[in-house]
Structures are given as structure tokens and as C-alpha cells.
């Protein structure tokens, strides 16, 4: 099974909205990163928190990270149209060596 | 600096047919990986590797072999062709993976749009 869950599995929201989506965990994490999927394109690295780290920023994203709840959270401000893309989460489960994706998020942002 | 490439970006097989999708970095990257991307189901790992000479088995290695006898590359072999593995392949790498902190950036290729039939 995977180890990160995000949440919303979708979500649609005018220009210039916020955008949050979250990601749950099982276990024990060193670090948790986010990535964006472009329609038909390879992932890119967004940012990573590490497991000392309660929040991040990034430009127009933030990040932040409950390890006693498991989740973490990926807010982008002010939304763009370039903005519509799929959103992952990867951690590393517990000791082994695999940074592992959850189910992603597709976001769109409407004119 | 070509970072993460992948051959070839499409492929055709049909069920029983073997092949190797290619993987090469040029970032002296120690640790890569293989995923394969089905809709709704995010990115499943099946291959990882921590250095040259290591290899070990990710969610769903079943109908997959890889190698890494290079730093470089870290070709995928499919043994034996199903509908199943229908799928988009992606390899990635990252700079090593260390104990007690995990792994940094991982850098993404294109991917490989396979099909079986």
C-alpha cells in the first residue's frame, strides 16, 4: 500500500484562489517533498520539509508538516492557469531505502 | 547537462515480448529508481538502486529485472511482456540516500508510454 494518501483526489478553483491539498502518512518520516505533474510530462520537484520542520516556503507555496497527526499540507496563493497540474507527496517509509508517491491531486485552475 | 533521459519515449509490444527501457543520468547521482504511472493510481516504485552494484526491490518488481552496473544507468528489463505492464515508466535519480535523512530532489525523465497487446 502507499504510504502518503493525498486529499482532495481533485479540485477546481478560479484565478487568483488558493489552493490546499493534504497528504497523510503512516509512518514514521525523515522527510516529506512535493512534486508537480504537468499533463503527460515527468514530475518536478517542488519542495521538502524535513521531519524537524513545522512549515516551508517556497515563492507562492507553503508547506507545512504535523508529524503527530501524520499530514502535511501544500498551499499555493494566488493561483495561476499554469498552476493546473497533478500534486504529489513522497515520503521515504520508515527505515527502508524507497521514496515512495501517493494517489496525487489534480488541481485546475479556471479562467 | 542533460539530467534524467529515458528510450524510448513510445513503445509497442505484444504479450510475451521482451525489452529493456533505457535510464541514463549524467548528474553523478547515486540513488535511482523506476516507477510505472496508472491512472488513479499515482506512482508505484519497482526498482531502486543506492549506487552501482546494488539493486533491490520496490512495490511492485513482479515481471521486472534491472541492473546498475554503472553510476549512470539503470536499465529496466521487461521479461516477458503483459497487458498488465501497460503503462507510463518513469526513472529517476537523486544525489544518494542517507541513513536517518532519506533522499533530496529526486530529477525526473520523461517517461516511456508503453503498450502491450
Known amino acids: 500500500s502507499q504510504q502518503g494518501e493525498e486529499d482532495p483526489q481533485a479540485l477546481s478553483i478560479q484565478e487568483g484562489e488558493n489552493a490546499t491539498m493534504n497528504c497523510s502518512y503512516k509512518t514514521s518520516i525523515n522527510n516529506l517533498q512535493w512534486y508537480r505533474q504537468n499533463s503527460g510530462r515527468g514530475l518536478v520537484h517542488l519542495i521538502l520539509?524535513?521531519?524537524?520542520?513545522r512549515e516551508k516556503h517556497s515563492g507562492r507555496l507553503r508547506v507545512t508538516l504535523d508529524t503527530s497527526k501524520k499530514s502535511s499540507s501544500l498551499l499555493i496563493t494566488a493561483s495561476r492557469a499554469a498552476d493546473t497540474a497533478s500534486y504529489f507527496c513522497a515520503t521515504a517509509a520508515g527505515g527502508a531505502q524507497k521514496l515512495v508517491f501517493g494517489q496525487g491531486t489534480r488541481l485546475t485552475i479556471n479562467p | 547537462n542533460a539530467g534524467v533521459t529515458q528510450t524510448p519515449k513510445f513503445q509497442v509490444l505484444k504479450t510475451g515480448q521482451s525489452m529493456t527501457l533505457q535510464c541514463a543520468q549524467d548528474?553523478?547521482?547515486?540513488?535511482m529508481s523506476w516507477y510505472r504511472q496508472d491512472p488513479g493510481m499515482g506512482l508505484r516504485l519497482i526498482h531502486y538502486?543506492?549506487?552501482?552494484?546494488?539493486?533491490d526491490q520496490g512495490e511492485v518488481p513482479n515481471g521486472y529485472n534491472v541492473s546498475r552496473s554503472t553510476t549512470e544507468d539503470f536499465p529496466l528489463r521487461l521479461l516477458s511482456a503483459a497487458p498488465s505492464q501497460t503503462s507510463v515508466y518513469f526513472c529517476?535519480?537523486?544525489?544518494?540516500?542517507?541513513?536517518?535523512?532519506?533522499?533530496?530532489?529526486?530529477?525526473f525523465g520523461p517517461g516511456t508510454r508503453l503498450t502491450v497487446l
Open positions: 520539509i524535513r521531519s524537524n520542520e
Open positions: 529517476a535519480s537523486s544525489y544518494r540516500w542517507t541513513a536517518g535523512i532519506g533522499t533530496d530532489t529526486q530529477y
Open positions: 548528474m553523478n547521482h547515486e540513488y
Open positions: 538502486s543506492v549506487g552501482a552494484g546494488i539493486t
